[in-house]
């Protein structure tokens, strides 16, 4: 099985850059997402194949992939982001698998 | 637009079977994509449980593939989850999704069900 690991929690302020990081346990294909969680509410994808912006999602976020490292950038963070981002992994479709959640708090 | 509603008992009890239904409005579930569920325990991460396609093909979790079980009523336009011998660790809400094959992502969620497995 393809495990993903992502640290729990980012501490930020707004206006900050900050990059949230997925690590495979494998290398992988290019079929990655990003996902971000509100409390209360479905996860909303944000980031497909790896790069790939979800249309209507705001321009300051952005992904890229270093090898087995994932990460998803977001340039100027604003109040309404404050919330928890997931990664999935797709390579073992249609058997997929999420990464643990990193939860981005108000430092 | 395509929307997916999750119904089904809130609170089940121990050792017995979590049985889940997802209408689906706005598309057809026989003309094309793979269906599932995912579940997210209180405070904790998401966890794929398993899909149905639109052929009839299914796929589980390798850990709950035991006891797992997901079908689709064509005529109702909706696929249900049966999860049997359930216990408190199967507390969670559950999600019903679509899964796009093209991108390979999750691209519409139920808003989710919490079920709460207790005596």
């Known amino acids: 099985d393809i495990q993903m690991t992502q640290s729990p929690t980012v501490s930020a302020s707004v206006g900050d850059r900050v990059t949230i990081t997925c690590r495979a346990s494998?290398?992988?294909?290019?079929?990655f997402a990003w996902y971000q969680q509100k409390p209360g509410k479905a996860p909303k994808l944000l980031i497909y194949?790896?790069?790939s912006l979800e249309s209507g999602v705001p321009s300051r976020f952005s992904g890229s992939r270093s090898g087995t490292d994932f990460t998803l950038t977001i340039t100027s963070l604003q109040p309404e982001d404050f919330a928890s981002y997931y990664c999935?992994?797709?390579?073992?479709?249609?058997?997929?698998?999420f990464g643990g959640g990193t939860k981005v708090e108000i430092k | 637009q395509v929307q997916l509603q999750e119904s089904g008992p809130g609170l089940v009890k121990p050792s017995e079977t979590l049985s889940l239904t997802c209408a689906v409005s706005?598309?057809?579930?026989?003309?094309?994509?793979?269906w599932g569920w995912i579940r997210q325990p209180p405070g904790k991460g998401l966890e794929w449980i398993g899909s149905?396609?639109?052929?009839?093909?299914?796929y589980y979790n390798a850990s709950l593939k035991t006891r797992l079980t997901t079908s689709a009523d064509s005529s109702k336009n909706q696929f249900s989850l049966d999860l049997k011998s359930v216990t408190a660790a199967d507390t969670a809400v559950y999600y019903c999704?679509?899964?796009?094959?093209?991108?390979?992502?999750?691209?519409?969620w139920g808003l989710g069900t919490m079920v709460t497995v207790a005596a």
């Open positions: 494998q290398g992988l294909n290019n079929y």
């Open positions: 149905i396609c639109h052929n009839g093909d299914t």
């Open positions: 194949s790896v790069s």
């Open positions: 999935l992994q797709a390579d073992s479709f249609p058997s997929l698998s």
């Open positions: 999704v679509r899964l796009e094959h093209l991108r390979r992502v999750f691209d519409k």
């Open positions: 706005g598309y057809s579930i026989i003309n094309g994509y793979c």
